[in-house]
């Protein structure tokens, strides 16, 4: 059955281009959002996210009539949820956003419609949503919560996108389709094969959920491996970027660079799910993210032994972003570690990041100034590049040879 009308649930940096894209393969979407601006933003044919090209697909889809966006959920063949999935306090996976998010489409289902949850959840939590939808609707039979032959489909298929190259990548990437029932899995590919041009590769829903935290957890294992290294190097006086290039040059070594910690709402999070969902056995991933989470920490000491050397140390911190060319500051160690730093008092600090305009208001009233590079490096004793954004690497070592320079992204000590 071709799927004439699709509801995509949730319209963030996951939710908003992939509603983009299937309208415009000439599928009516209707996108639903709790927020009243990123509805309204949407019907006007703009968008409230930053992410290349996005502005553009979104507008022809809204001209088109394909995509329409509405705080209310209504009827349709196919439901795809894109919510936050955060963690509480003690790391404990947060699905409440799912819950509502079931519990608002659950009175519009009707037999034979496809619920797929996007959203990147702990072990089990398809399970929940299908469960949640069996409450709120006993007339229909979803999959592995009523005892009846199930009359409702529901998949988990992950989203690995790199935000940056999220339309891109949406098409291209492989799409791992974790269906509750093979006819799960079906019904799945076919949505999904309107607009991936990868792989749909069927599994069950929990390997579905795992295999995504598992992309995320091995990338921060990794991560973490780096900075151990550079803690390491630190004590034994070598130099981790060039021990890195080298190590790296065996034919079956790639080993991660080390930065001053890790940031944005994936790869810091998703490890907690599996932690959360195996504590005694998810060791190795476990001890990657203290590693990781403490490595603000450690950059943070070497600024202050830094700025220690200057009668009035005027520290400039080169990036508050996540990560290199993107204006996005969630969960940015850089913008914690300035934040620490200005409330340290060491001395005078100025913050470079080329992305944004004003100060984020985590650095407001903290008497940190927002300044140009040029500027900081004429202010500025001491440096600290804490983000590899492109601007900075254009940077000579002649520019800096007068300051005191914590570089936690080898800008300057790569060989
Ligand atoms: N980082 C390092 N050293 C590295 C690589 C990254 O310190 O060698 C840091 C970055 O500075 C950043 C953090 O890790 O603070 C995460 O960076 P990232 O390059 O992993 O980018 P994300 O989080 O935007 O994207 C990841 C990707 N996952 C993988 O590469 C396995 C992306 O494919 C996922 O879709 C995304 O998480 C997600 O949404 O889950």
């Known amino acids: 059955m071709a799927f004439k009308k699709v509801s995509v649930v949730g319209l963030g940096y996951i939710g908003l281009p992939t509603a983009a894209v299937i309208a ?29 090209d996005l502005d553009m697909v979104v507008q ?21 949820i894109a919510v936050p999935t955060p963690f509480k306090e003690g790391h404990q996976p947060d699905l409440s956003y799912i819950e509502a998010a079931a519990k608002a489409i659950a009175p519009v289902l ?34 592995g919560a009523s005892t009846a032959e199930p009359n409702m489909y529901v998949a988990h298929c992950p989203e690995r996108v790199l935000p940056g190259r999220v339309l891109e990548e949406l098409v291209s990437n492989d799409r791992i389709i974790g269906g509750m029932t093979n006819k799960c899995c079906e019904k799945a590919t076919e949505l999904y094969k309107t607009f991936v041009r990868g792989e749909c590769i069927s599994t069950n829903a929990r390997t579905a959920e795992m ?3 598992t992309e995320n957890s091995f990338r921060d294992v990794n991560i973490a491996f780096a900075n151990e290294l550079s803690i390491i190097c630190d004590k034994l006086k070598i130099n981790v970027w060039e021990l890195i290039a ?16 890790v940031g944005g709402h994936c790869i810091a999070v998703d490890p907690w799910f599996i932690v959360d969902s195996a504590p005694e056995e998810a060791r190795i991933i476990r001890t990657a993210r203290e590693i990781n989470d403490h490595k603000p920490e450690y950059v943070i000491d070497k600024v202050k032994a830094a700025a220690d050397q200057f ?6 911190c080169l990036g508050l972003a996540f990560k290199a060319d993107i204006d996005d500051l969630r969960e940015s160690p850089a913008l914690d570690i300035t934040c620490e730093l200005a409330k340290a008092n060491i001395g005078q600090i100025l913050a470079v990041e080329p992305n944004i305009h004003e100060l984020p208001a985590k650095l407001q009233g ?27 690497k254009a940077l000579h070592s002649n520019d800096i040879n007068t300051k005191v320079v914590v570089d936690t992204r080898g800008l300057f000590s790569r060989q």
């Open 60 to 80: 022809a889809a809204v001209t088109m009539g394909k995509l329409r966006a509405s705080m209310t959920p209504e009827p349709a063949d196919a439901f795809m």
């Open 311 to 316: 009668k009035r140390p005027v520290v400039a």
């Open 366 to 392: 903290q008497g940190v100034e927002l300044v140009n590079l040029q500027q900081a490096l004429e202010l500025a004793n001491v440096l600290v590049v804490l983000v590899d954004h492109k601007p900075f």
């Open 24 to 52: 415009s393969r000439g599928i009516e979407v209707i996108g639903i959002d709790v927020s009243q601006k990123a509805v309204e933003t949407i019907n006007q044919g703009k968008v409230h996210i930053v992410e290349p």
């Open 211 to 213: 295999a995504k935290l």
């Open 110 to 143: 009707e037999k034979g419609n496809l619920v797929i949850l996007e959203s990147t959840s702990p072990v089990g939590a398809t399970e929940k949503l299908a469960a949640w939808l069996q409450e709120q609707r006993p007339d229909l039979h979803f999959p």
């Open 246 to 261: 080298l190590a790296n040059r065996h034919p079956r070594v790639n080993i991660l660079s080390p930065g001053p910690g």
